[in-house]
């Protein structure tokens, strides 16, 4: 006989949240797979339990297990950043029915009276985040919390970058007996305590520093001190030309002051920005910068490239901003990480114009192009209004062309 396997969601957790298609389903199981929190809810039930929580565990116990009718639970929804999504492939060979359940987001905004159609979900599960970014942009956050997003976390990012007005509420061990809801601001929340098994959902109040969905950052709003920075118009085009998808991991090598770092960091809001660095002086601009613009899906590095990208994740793509002369291995080890990545380069030296363009085409980048970005802006002198003329700057951009 053919195994039947059911990919249960069980709720926020409590056993009374559980829907009537999901008890029929742990009632017929011979074997329940799930985490021990979710387990330990059927102590009473005879049948047998192994608690795991990855997929490939999880599809070897019920492959090596001799049970016909195995039951796996997941939390909350399995449809809502569930463990789920990569069991199913692992299946394939089995008899599945998938039994949906009450997510955190619904029993929250449920508890709260309030509607969640247009509420915005992210989440923070074995991910980072660019929490101030996310809030920002919706009127309403939920924030499944995670690693080292917590509720304390998401306050303090949102009242160090401006959002302090936010209304934050915290929901801790959603369904349990001992569920605890708590909301004020960010402000009055930041240095209180949370259970780690909570959510949060923020309610946007006045404006971030940057609370607009497109590039070109002021460049009045970042601190820059003696540091050179990518100005507003070229970072734009820069940004734009790396094309980043919401889940990319980025470099900024030769990051300055960060405002590249910080810009990228609200396209790949659920990647990671690496802003590789050797002055000091830098540093510190980037993490106060970072700190203003509640940046948490950027991560400094100290160092110089291209050794201090050696231990980091393969990228999707790489702004180059500064090369310390070293711009040829730079390239070439992107490339060797990721044959695929899309680099972008800034020059504002013919030199560097030419020798970018022959690094990009010997390696076998394609769709190479480069650009001059001459920038006028208006000055205002005394009683009257002039154009003041920017240095020209060459952006330079290729795309990997590898397997």
């Not at 790949?268 to 000091?280: F, L, S």
């Amino acid at each position: 006989m053919a195994k039947k396997i059911w990919i249960v969601g069980a709720g926020p957790g409590c056993r009374e949240n559980l829907t009537g298609a999901a008890l029929s389903a742990l009632h017929a199981a011979q074997l329940l797979i799930g985490s021990r929190r979710l387990l330990s809810e059927f102590r009473d039930f005879s049948c047998r339990k192994e608690a795991s929580v990855a997929p490939q565990e999880i599809a070897r116990l019920i492959r090596e297990s001799g049970f016909e009718r195995i039951c796996v639970l997941f939390s909350g929804d399995v449809g809502f950043y569930s463990g789920a999504a990569k069991l199913y492939p692992l299946l394939s060979r089995y008899q599945v029915e998938t039994v949906c359940g009450i997510g955190s987001l619904q029993y929250f905004c449920a508890k709260l009276h309030i509607p969640w159609e247009d509420v915005h979900p992210a989440s923070a599960h074995g991910r980072s985040l660019n929490v101030a970014a996310h809030a920002a942009a919706y009127e309403k956050t939920f924030f499944l919390t995670g690693g080292q997003t917590s509720p304390e976390t998401i306050c303090e990012i949102l009242n160090g970058c401006g959002m302090g007005e936010a209304r934050v509420t915290v929901g801790s061990r959603l369904s349990y007996p001992d569920e605890r809801i708590v909301a004020g601001s960010a402000a009055e929340l930041s240095g209180k305590t949370f259970d780690p098994l909570s959510a949060v959902l923020v309610e946007r109040a006045g404006k971030s520093r940057w609370d607009y969905r497109t590039g070109g950052i002021s460049d009045g709003l970042f601190l820059r001190g003696e540091v050179p920075m990518t100005k507003a118009e070229v970072r734009a085009a820069a940004v734009a030309a790396l094309r980043l998808r919401g889940d990319d991991v980025v470099y900024d090598v030769g990051a300055g002051t960060g405002s590249v770092s910080v810009e990228m960091s609200i396209f790949a809001g659920r990647g990671c920005v690496y802003a590789v660095e050797k002055d000091e002086k830098a540093l510190k601009l980037i993490a106060e910068n970072k700190r203003a613009f509640g940046a948490g899906n950027l991560e400094i590095v100290p160092g110089t490239a291209p050794d201090a990208l050696a231990d980091l994740p393969a990228p999707d793509a790489a702004f180059i901003g500064g090369s310390g002369g070293r711009l040829q291995e730079i390239v070439t080890l992107i490339a060797r990480k990721n044959p695929r990545a899309r680099v972008c380069m800034t020059a504002v030296t013919m030199e560097t114009l030419e020798k970018g363009v022959w690094i990009l085409e010997a390696l076998g980048f394609r769709d190479v192009q480069a650009s001059q970005i001459a920038v006028t802006r208006l000055k205002k002198a005394g009683s009257v209004h002039m154009m003041d003329a920017q240095n020209p700057v060459f952006v330079i951009s290729g795309q990997g062309a590898g397997e």
